[in-house]
């Protein structure tokens, strides 16, 4: 029987963010199946990593990261256009 883990994810302004509460790990995509998509395959590589690298440090996302990840922070160069821009 194959592990579940839960995963979040978020709509921001440019993408899909999806985080998996469990390991910690993050994806991102244009929408919601490649977002799954890209978050499946970053929790089997990260999986393969640490069976390669068993000293490597396994830890569920902190409540800060959460809050982080919660957050629609977006880059500085992205701005809303102006009213009356299309």
Do not use: Q
């Not at 490597?56 to 982080?68: C, K, L, N, R, W």
Request: proline content about 3%; overall charge negative.
């Amino acid at each position: 029987m194959e592990k579940k883990y839960t995963a979040i994810v978020r709509k921001s302004k440019l993408e899909y963010v999806a985080i998996c509460l469990e390991l910690n790990v993050s994806a991102r995509g244009e929408d919601l199946a490649d977002v799954e998509k890209n978050l499946r395959t970053a929790i089997e590589l990260y999986l393969v990593d640490i069976k390669e690298h068993p000293e490597t440090a396994v830890s569920s996302i902190s409540t800060d990261e959460f809050i982080e990840f919660l957050r629609d922070t977006e880059p500085e160069w992205y701005k809303e256009p102006g009213e009356g821009v299309l």
